[in-house]
C-alpha cells in the first residue's frame, strides 16, 4: 500500500509519501513541502497548496491520503489556515476517488513512537529510524507527513477492514 500523508498547513504544507504493509519494512518513496507566502492573498496561497498537492498525487500515485486531524488550539487564525489546508488536501483525494483519513496529531505519535504525546524531535528520529533514512527529514512538517502515513499503513488499513466487515454484517435500513 502506498500512502501520502499530508500536515497540513499554510505557509509550509508538509507532505511524506511511504509504501509498505503492516508488519514488514517500510520504504520512503518521496519526502518535501508545498510553500506559500504569508505576504500572498489567502485565495493564491490555497490554489498554491492545491497546485502542489496535486503534483504530487499525480507523481507519487498513492492508494490512499491520510491527513492530520485539525484540533482546537487557542490561535484560531493558525487553526482556520490549517483547516483550509486540510479541506484542499481532502479535496484533491476525493476529486480522485482516493481513500482519505484523517488521524489526531496523537494518534500518530502513538503510532510512531509509541507515546501520543511525543514531540517534535521524539518523532523525526522515529520516522527516520522505521524507514532506515541517513537523516531526519527536514524541516519537521515533512517528517509529520511521512509519521501520518506510516500511521496510516499500520492503523488505516485494519481501521478500513474492519468498517467494512461492518458495513457488510449491518442489515440495510437498520441502525448499528
Known amino acids: 500500500m502506498r500512502v501520502l500523508g499530508v500536515d497540513p498547513g499554510l505557509t ?11 508488519g514488514a519494512p517500510l520504504t520512503m518513496v ?30 507519487v500515485r498513492p492508494d490512499a491520503v491520510a491527513v492530520e486531524r485539525v484540533f482546537s ?34 494518534e500518530v505519535k502513538a503510532a510512531v513512537t509509541g507515546s501520543g504525546t511525543a514531540d517534535k524531535k521524539q518523532i523525526g528520529a522515529m520516522v527516520t529510524r522505521l524507514l532506515r533514512l541517513p537523516e531526519m527529514p527536514k524541516p519537521a512538517d ?5 509519521a501520518l502515513a506510516i500511521c496510516h499503513v499500520w492503523r488505516g488499513g485494519a481501521q478500513s477492514r474492519l468498517a467494512a466487515a461492518l458495513a457488510r454484517a449491518t442489515p440495510k435500513g437498520s441502525r448499528a
Open 12 to 22: 509550509r504544507c508538509g507532505l511524506g509519501a511511504v509504501e509498505g504493509r503492516p
Open 73 to 106: 488550539q487557542h490561535n484560531v487564525r493558525t487553526v482556520m489556515g490549517t483547516a483550509q489546508a486540510a479541506g484542499i488536501a481532502v479535496l484533491c483525494a476525493a476529486r480522485r476517488g482516493l481513500p482519505v483519513a484523517l488521524h489526531t496529531p496523537s
Open 142 to 146: 515533512a517528517a509529520d507527513a511521512l
Open 30 to 59: 518521496a519526502v518535501g513541502v508545498v510553500r506559500t507566502g504569508s505576504d500572498e492573498e489567502l485565495g493564491a496561497r490555497l490554489v498554491g497548496i492545491e497546485a502542489g498537492i496535486e503534483q504530487w498525487l499525480d507523481d
